[in-house]
């Protein structure tokens, strides 16, 4: 026996469904009809008219920031959702938006509308309810191309180096997170003779920061994102001192790629914890600066990190 109650009256949470939709769904496969209505679901369904969705919340559902599941998704396996997305976008029912490098790109689906005008009619709020990046959808049966950006660190091949800057406290910081994870994973970078130096990490981080215009809250997600992800599918490999600088773009879009495939919401604003962050709390604990392993470990666990990150001669005295 289900337990589906029945339908509530359409009087709220509902969107209309054009009558073209019956006339074309007899013709459909299982997998195509799914991931159309599912794509329908969350564009029409939030009255928007492209949306990002990835392959992990095709089967398993889309979540809030707060981890609570909006739905189960499609219930179908991942091929199938493959083949269904390949026949609805071949059919002309769907139409995708890729970003990114290829091997890297995120992916944006949204309904195939027969004119421009009829998007300006259905969605009355406008532009602002698309992506930045997406302005309007393309007219039936035209495909988008994605754009193949100019890989970044290319011209530093052609003899090129970046400008010089002067790092900055947040910099430092930084360099000391982005060097101190590689001590833990026993890189070469940081072990034997040729061991690079803090100031060279955090040039590259000023050089980021600077040169390539990227926002300090994006430069802490990726590398806090590293902490925990260095030997992950998708991680770049950091095997030159300057190879987060020159490699930032793969560096950007792998976390990118992680975040979508575990149906995770980017959130650049999180940051990472400062070893002073933990020295603050001691402080809040009435520890002053008489404190041992064990008070260490439990500020840092009041900071949501785990025990042990730290040991007592990485505190500030």
């Not at 890989?151 to 060097?179: N, Q, V, Y």
Request: net charge neutral; hydrophobic share 30%; aromatic share 8%.
């Amino acid at each position: 026996m289900s337990d589906f109650q029945g339908f509530r009256y359409p009087s709220s949470n509902f969107f209309r469904l054009p009558n073209e939709w019956f006339d074309i769904t007899h013709n459909m496969t299982l997998a195509e009809l799914k991931v159309v209505e599912y794509v329908l679901r969350h564009t029409w369904g939030f009255q928007e008219n492209i949306k990002r969705i990835s392959l992990v919340e095709f089967e398993n559902g889309r979540k809030t920031r707060e981890g609570e599941h909006l739905d189960h998704g499609t219930g179908l396996s991942r091929p199938s959702i493959r083949k269904g997305l390949q026949l609805a976008v071949e059919h002309g029912f769907l139409v995708v938006h890729k970003e990114g490098d290829p091997g890297r790109q995120r992916h944006l689906y949204g309904p195939n509308m027969n004119e421009e005008e009829g998007v300006k009619n259905l969605y009355s709020a406008g532009k602002e309810n698309c992506p930045p990046q997406v302005n309007k959808l393309p007219t039936l049966g035209k495909k988008i191309t994605p754009v193949h950006r100019k890989k970044p660190g290319k011209e530093r091949c052609r003899g090129k180096t970046p400008t010089t800057f002067t790092s900055s406290e947040f910099d430092e910081r930084a360099a000391a997170h982005l060097r101190a994870l590689l001590v833990k994973h026993g890189s070469d970078l940081v072990n034997g003779v040729n061991r690079t130096k803090l100031t060279t990490f955090a040039k590259s981080i000023t050089n980021i920061r600077l040169e390539r215009k990227v926002p300090e809250d994006e430069i802490k997600a990726v590398i806090k994102w590293l902490e925990q992800n260095y030997d992950g599918t998708y991680t770049p490999k950091l095997r030159k001192a300057d190879d987060l600088y020159s490699n930032w773009g793969r560096f950007r879009d792998a976390r990118i790629r992680w975040l979508a495939d575990n149906g995770f919401e980017d959130d650049p604003a999180s940051g990472i914890t400062d070893v002073n962050d933990v020295f603050n709390e001691l402080q809040v604990m009435g520890c002053s600066l008489d404190f041992d392993q064990e008070d260490v470990d439990d500020a840092s666990l009041s900071l949501g990190i785990p025990a042990g990150t730290f040991a007592v001669e990485d505190i500030p005295a």
